[in-house]
């Protein structure tokens, strides 16, 4: 399902909302979270509703999506630190209950096998929260990742770095190498929200649209998952079909553009 608002600002208060829901509705909730630009303002509504209406975090567990290789957690472009400082530090969540890989552990592949494990182990991720790179990678499961992957190492492909590079004061700077969750773990949560706000990314939303599943692009995953709705503001929706409608579901994506079209109704959900 698409949900598509005028501004960056809806989109984060309809994400928050999400996520606040999903919260609320077992006493023991697990998230996978993401995180990149597009998630700081989820973030910072996330804090401003919880500061509304206080929530009891002590029992959600979060698992988030990736980290650099060779990155402490205090170095200020590691995800780690990124958690801590857009949300972690800033909500009563219990920090023994928040997950992230590791990216100077020794034994990686120990460590990624004990990540998905422990996933498992949970009953699964209630919802997984999941940005877009522009070249339709996922957590950072670039290009090619198989569907059936598990947590596991990744080369970063150029695109990424130079996409990536604008965090870092220098391109030799940012990592060549990154964990991440696999594909089939992001499936086999129960719910997934896509998000992706601005004009850098209406290339890879039209492309998503029109790609059927297809490891090329690994995005197009989420057209095998039954519960997946995808936030975009605008401009990142700019280059779909005119009538993609909010309701309309990217399963029929796949079998072309016609299909939501067809149903009609409008995208905005103001
Ligand atoms: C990184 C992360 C992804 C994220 C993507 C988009 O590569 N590994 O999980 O979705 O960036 O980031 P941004 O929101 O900054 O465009």
Redesign the pocket.
């Known amino acids: 399902m698409y949900k598509i608002y005028d501004t960056v600002d809806e989109v984060a208060r309809y994400t928050a909302q999400r996520l606040l829901n999903r919260i609320q509705a077992r006493p023991d909730p697990v998230l996978g979270l993401?995180?990149?630009?597009?998630?700081e303002p989820v973030y910072a509504q996330l804090i401003t509703e919880l500061r509304k209406t206080p929530v009891d975090l002590s029992r959600l567990t979060t698992f988030n999506?990736?980290e650099y290789i060779g990155l402490d957690g205090s170095h200020a472009q590691s995800y780690r630190y990124y958690m801590c400082q857009n949300l972690f530090n800033k909500v009563n969540i219990a920090q023994d209950r928040v997950h992230l890989p590791d990216g100077l552990v020794e034994d990686v592949e120990g460590a990624c096998q004990a990540y998905s494990a422990t996933i498992k182990a949970l009953g699964g991720l209630d919802l997984q929260l999941?940005?877009?790179?522009s070249n339709g990678?996922?957590?950072?499961n670039e290009p090619h990742t198989c569907f059936s992957s598990r947590t596991h190492v990744v080369r970063l492909s150029e695109q990424?770095r130079i996409?990536?590079g604008r965090f870092f004061s220098t391109r030799a700077e940012v990592p060549t190498h990154a964990l991440t969750l696999g594909i089939q773990d992001i499936l086999e949560a129960k719910e997934i929200l896509l998000v992706a706000t601005g004009r850098n990314k209406a290339r890879i939303m039209a492309e998503l649209f029109h790609t059927p599943v297809d490891e090329a692009l690994p995005a197009s995953a989420l057209k095998l998952h039954s519960n997946v709705t995808i936030v975009l503001d605008r401009e990142a929706a700019a280059q779909l079909p005119p009538q993609v409608s909010s309701g309309g579901g990217l399963a029929a994506a796949v079998a072309g553009p016609e299909i939501s079209m067809a149903e009609g109704a409008v995208a905005s959900t103001k």
């Not at 993401?34 to 998630?39: E, N, P």
């Open positions: 993401a995180t990149g630009s597009t998630m999506l990736d999941l940005g877009i790179g990678h996922i957590g950072f990424t996409d990536n």
